[in-house]
């Protein structure tokens, strides 16, 4: 095998292909990224941990044909160090070399012919915008748990009907759901898919700047698996198994109170106040006619406060919460104000987005926090 390629171009594939790595990999050859030249001038690269596949394809000046697996974390490091020229690429023996202007490394091979079958990517279901889905896959893994011993959770639930797109994630304390509209390949189609947040969040940040995204899931054929696909790159994941909670009751149908803030402002406060929260003590806000206060710290403990502007609809309320999760949530939202729906002190309040004062609430995406219970 022998190949010259664009530095720039290798270093941005293997980077991408490297960062779905196992850390601690169960065989050793799954560290490794597998390098296919082409005689037509295309190179695949490929890495797969059994669960997540990555390949993508790269022109290069194919001399000679060929496949090899060498370590991917090793290779990424390489090729981002390397000055910027044009790049040669050739095995001999066991060995690979890598050549760049002055510099030279070698690198060992794997056995190839251990490396496993690469899943294939499913048929198309339908095609995102891929800056939607940039957006509304961050709006929604921000609540999606990071907690291994809870699998479920760390999944974001997709549902698919026709045009509509709905993804779902909750930790427990908070709930967001988001709805877009897509391309389906079939508009009757319904599905319902269970998918990684850190795989979803990473398709969604390295495929949407390519235009449109094709996405594909197989569900119910003995491997449940989706894929997705833009810009020469692609990327499946097996499902995670299991029955998601039913979280979309936890929404309210009516709420008689609600507050408008702008929400860059309150964003803003928040920081500042929550400067003076120790470790996992809430920020209360309190809201009467006309404004919001924000305060944290409370007896010898350092304290802070903060009041703004806010229009509230119904009767005062106060409501205390984590300042990282009131930030996530208010970090999420694109509009330049916040409505705050209640219905009760204790129970969740829902986030919504305005793009004005005195407008409707958009419902496309909604944010569900669970206050925490402060002594009056």
Same mark, same amino acid.
């Given at each position: 095998?022998?190949?010259?390629?664009?530095?720039?171009?290798?270093?941005?594939?293997?980077?991408?292909?490297?960062?779905?790595?196992?850390?601690?990999?169960?065989?050793?050859?799954?560290?490794?990224?597998?390098?296919?030249?082409?005689?037509?001038?295309?190179?695949?690269?490929?890495?797969?941990?059994?669960?997540?596949?990555?390949?993508?394809?790269?022109?290069?000046?194919?001399?000679?044909?060929?496949?090899?697996?060498?370590?991917?974390?090793?290779?990424?490091?390489?090729?981002?160090?390397?000055?910027?020229?044009?790049?040669?690429?050739?095995?001999?023996?066991?060995?690979?070399?890598?050549?760049?202007?002055?510099?030279?490394?070698?690198?060992?091979?794997?056995?190839?012919?251990?490396?496993?079958?690469?899943?294939?990517?499913?048929?198309?279901?339908?095609?995102?915008?891929?800056?939607?889905?940039?957006?509304?896959?961050?709006?929604?893994?921000?609540?999606?748990?990071?907690?291994?011993?809870?699998?479920?959770?760390?999944?974001?639930?997709?549902?698919?009907?026709?045009?509509?797109?709905?993804?779902?994630?909750?930790?427990?304390?908070?709930?967001?759901?988001?709805?877009?509209?897509?391309?389906?390949?079939?508009?009757?189609?319904?599905? !319902?898919?269970?998918?990684?947040?850190?795989?979803?969040?990473?398709?969604?940040?390295?495929?949407?700047?390519?235009?449109?995204?094709?996405?594909?899931?197989?569900?119910?054929?003995?491997?449940?698996?989706?894929?997705?696909?833009?810009?020469?790159?692609?990327?499946?994941?097996?499902?995670?198994?299991?029955?998601?909670?039913?979280?979309?009751?936890? *929404?309210?149908?009516?709420?008689?109170?609600?507050?408008?803030?702008?929400?860059?402002?309150?964003?803003?406060?928040?920081?500042?106040?929550?400067?003076?929260?120790?470790?996992?003590?809430?920020?209360?806000?309190?809201?009467?006619?006309?404004?919001? !206060?924000?305060?944290?710290?409370?007896?010898?403990?350092?304290?802070?406060?903060?009041?703004?502007?806010?229009?509230?609809?119904?009767?005062?309320?106060?409501?205390? *919460?984590?300042?990282?999760?009131?930030?996530?949530?208010?970090?999420?939202?694109?509009?330049? *104000?916040?409505?705050?729906?209640?219905?009760?002190?204790?129970?969740?309040?829902?986030?919504?987005?305005?793009?004005?004062?005195?407008?409707?609430?958009?419902?496309?995406?909604?944010?569900?926090?669970?206050?925490?219970? *402060?002594?009056?």
């Amino acid at each position: 095998m022998k190949f010259r390629v664009e530095r720039d171009v290798l270093a941005e594939a293997v980077t991408w292909i490297a960062r779905s790595l196992p850390t601690r990999p169960p065989v050793p050859v799954l560290a490794g990224v597998r390098i296919e030249a082409e005689a037509d001038g295309t190179l695949r690269l490929a890495s797969f941990d059994y669960e997540v596949s990555a390949r993508s394809e790269i022109p290069a000046d194919v001399s000679e044909p060929g496949t090899v697996l060498v370590s991917g974390r090793l290779l990424a490091e390489i090729s981002r160090a390397l000055p910027n020229k044009p790049v040669d690429v050739q095995l001999d023996g066991t060995k690979v070399s890598v050549t760049c202007g002055a510099s030279r490394f070698t690198l060992l091979t794997m056995p190839v012919e251990d490396y496993p079958q690469l899943p294939a990517m499913p048929a198309l279901t339908g095609t995102v915008d891929g800056d939607e889905m940039t957006r509304a896959v961050a709006q929604v893994t921000v609540a999606a748990s990071r907690d291994d011993t809870l699998p479920l959770l760390t999944g974001v639930r997709v549902e698919i009907e026709g045009e509509k797109v709905t993804l779902l994630a909750t930790d427990r304390y908070r709930l967001a759901l988001r709805e877009l509209t897509w391309h389906p390949s079939d508009p009757g189609v319904s599905e !319902v898919a269970l998918v990684r947040a850190r795989t979803l969040s990473d398709a969604a940040k390295s495929l949407g700047a390519s235009g449109s995204v094709n996405v594909g899931l197989a569900t119910g054929q003995g491997v449940d698996l989706i894929g997705f696909e833009a810009g020469g790159r692609h990327t499946t994941s097996l499902l995670v198994d299991g029955d998601y909670p039913a979280v979309r009751r936890l *929404f309210p149908d009516e709420s008689p109170i609600h507050a408008v803030v702008n929400t860059q402002l309150l964003a803003d406060a928040a920081k500042r106040v929550a400067l003076v929260a120790e470790r996992n003590t809430p920020i209360r806000l309190t809201f009467t006619d006309g404004q919001v !206060v924000l305060d944290a710290g409370q007896g010898d403990d350092a304290q802070a406060s903060e009041a703004l502007e806010a229009t509230l609809v119904g009767e005062d309320i106060a409501v205390a *919460f984590n300042p990282q999760f009131l930030l996530d949530g208010l970090g999420a939202l694109t509009t330049s *104000f916040v409505r705050l729906s209640f219905t009760h002190p204790n129970k969740p309040v829902e986030f919504t987005g305005q793009e004005s004062l005195e407008g409707d609430d958009l419902k496309e995406y909604r944010y569900l926090l669970v206050p925490i219970r *402060f002594a009056s």
